[in-house]
């Protein structure tokens, strides 16, 4: 399976102008939030919250600039899902954005939440784009 955790944390760092000094908070499975946990720290972020599910995310976003969800799916196929009405919540009285990055195989992340104004949301599709385009100037 293809490592994308370095290139999600450029286009992190793109977005925010810089991860150092900022937070960030990781939802899923230890092993999968493990290359993100480690590069994020790398980038000498203040503060990586990690969170196996979205049930407890509420109070912790306000303090957080970047989040990215990474779950598994469940028996039925299904990723756990972070609902717009819960974001919406959570980031009344934001003054910046918070970015959030979807690497779920299926959507994780209400897509409706992509409309809130203080979130600027990237989806699986959105993110796979964004690499190959990458890909594309490289070569």
Known sequence: MFNIAPQ???IAE???GGLQGRSALLIGP??????YSYLLRDARMRQVYQEDTSL???SLLPAVDL????????NGGSAIQLSAAKLATACTGRRSPLF??????TPSVEEMAGLLPA???YTPEDLRRIIIKNEMKAS
Not at 67 to 74: K, Q
Not at 100 to 105: V, Y
Request: charge should be negative.
């Open 30 to 35: 230890e092993e999968r939030r493990n290359p």
């Open 8 to 10: 999600v944390v450029s």
């Open 67 to 74: 989040l990215i969800s990474v779950p598994t799916l469940d």
């Open 14 to 16: 793109a977005c925010l």
């Open 119 to 121: 979130v600027c949301l």
């Open 100 to 105: 959030i990055f979807d690497l779920s195989p």
């Open 56 to 58: 407890h995310i509420v």
